[in-house]
């Protein structure tokens, strides 16, 4: 059948899930080498989301929701619901978290591992291990330029990683206390040596096609390293020269480094207290 049957038919048989995701399934299978097995099963789980999607939204046409247009007409009082949360958010207000990031990062790089593991028995987890890069990539992408707007994490005059606070008038302000949340950062490291990758040809082709066409992505790995075996590919969020500057600030005894390990927040702010003005209140942190 041509895809133009194809989509009508889906059309007549009211599968508008499938309908819709078709085209993208289809194009993911091409260029991922999927079995029909799994083309089948992708389908199944859009048009599946499709259905649930439209009974929720049926429920809540029925409920005639929502209840309340705006926050002054909702009571907060035995609900699960975070009402400072939801004020700020609705203020347009909300923090950028580093550590947060950071360890969304570290998860990913620990899923590639296990895929791995798993793809030496069955081969069809290398397309999983393909995922977790790119989410990686996607993920220290976004570090450095949130939302599409350049706003970065790293601050580039201190030398370190921070959370970025976003005001209501749309500003966004470096949050700047040095403590463990830019230290978070370091932990999600991951090397992919070439004798590993070449085990998995599959992978290594998908996570090449990736690369060449996200070229602007390529430099968010470090390549400039190699072994006898080819090139080494390290995955981590800070590049050479932003791990150097963190480790100034980790290593150094009126920062970090006390005589029982990492202090959770820099020396520094003892006589440096951080303080931030937001809408008439004030903030500080000290050690």
Do not use: C
Not at 89 to 96: D, P, V
Not at 232 to 240: A, D, Q, V, W, Y
Request: charged share 25%.
């Amino acid at each position: 059948m041509e895809r133009s049957e194809i989509l009508a038919a889906m059309g007549e048989l009211k599968l508008y899930g499938m309908k819709a995701a078709f085209d993208d399934i289809m194009a993911t299978a091409v260029k991922r080498q999927h079995e029909p097995q799994r083309v089948v099963g992708d389908l199944l789980k859009a048009e599946i989301n499709e259905k649930q999607a439209r009974s929720i939204k049926y429920q809540l046409t029925i409920a005639k929701l929502p209840l309340a247009k705006d926050l002054d007409g909702f009571e907060f009082d035995g609900t699960p619901i975070n009402e400072t949360l939801v004020n700020d958010l609705a203020g347009g207000g909300f923090i950028e978290q580093s550590d947060g990031t950071s360890w969304m990062a570290m998860y990913s790089l620990t899923m590639l591992v296990i895929a791995f593991e798993l793809a030496e028995q069955y081969p069809h987890y290398e397309d999983v291990a393909s995922k977790f890069v790119e989410h990686f990539v996607y993920i220290v992408d976004a570090m450095n330029n949130r939302g599409g707007k350049d706003i970065e994490l790293w601050d580039e005059e201190d030398g370190f990683y921070y959370d970025v606070l976003h005001m209501s008038d749309s500003r966004h302000v470096f949050m700047k206390v040095r403590s463990m949340v830019g230290l978070i950062p370091l932990f999600a490291v991951q090397t992919l040596e070439p004798e590993m990758v070449n085990r998995f040809p599959g992978f290594n082709a998908r996570m090449q096609w990736f690369l060449d066409f996200h070229p602007n992505t390529a430099n968010l790995m470090d390549t400039s390293r190699r072994s006898e075996q080819g090139l080494r590919r390290l995955l981590s969020i800070p590049t050479r020269e932003r791990l150097l500057g963190v480790l100034k600030y980790m290593l150094a005894e009126n920062e970090f480094l006390s005589p029982y390990g990492l202090r959770a927040i820099s020396a520094h702010h003892r006589e440096h207290p951080y303080e931030l003005d937001v809408e008439g209140t004030r903030a500080s942190v000290d050690y």
